[in-house]
Nanobody
Framework: QVQLVESGGGLVQPGGSLRLSCAASGTIFSINRVGWYRQAPGKQRELVATISSGGSTNYADSVKGRFTISRDNAKNTVYLQMNSLKPEDTAVYYC????????????????WGQGTQVTVSS
């Protein structure tokens, strides 16, 4: 089994920065695509950024130039550096990953973390 644990959320003023972390643990063989999603109250969950196993990245238009996704494969951890935060970035941020787990046969499954709250307010 695999667990994804997000951390780094909190309260920040507009224009501030936060770095979210998503740490994966368990019987991991490899981690493929990882995405950060967010869900604001009363809104649907939306994709924020993705990173492939090779390091290719994609961003939602609303965060381009402000957010950076990165990964440390040795630590099974993905980060989301968020700069120039705006009140509209307020949401619960979730990590999602496609993970191959050890076993016979090797399985590929999709996992979600429990989320971390980000609040941007003065």
């Amino acid at each position: 089994q695999v667990q994804l644990v997000e951390s780094g959320g909190g309260l920040v003023q507009p224009g501030g920065s936060l770095r979210l972390s998503c740490a994966a643990s368990g019987t991991i063989f490899s981690i493929n695509r990882v995405g950060w999603y967010r869900q604001a109250p009363g809104k649907q969950r939306e994709l924020v950024a993705t990173i492939s196993s090779g390091g290719s990245t994609n961003y939602a238009d609303s965060v381009k130039g402000r957010f950076t996704i990165s990964r440390d494969n040795a630590k099974n951890t993905v980060y989301l550096q968020m700069n120039s935060l705006k009140p509209e970035d307020t949401a619960v941020y979730y990590c999602n990953a496609d993970v191959r787990t050890m076993g016979v046969p090797v399985r590929l499954d999709n996992y979600w973390g429990q989320g971390t709250q980000v609040t941007v307010s003065s």
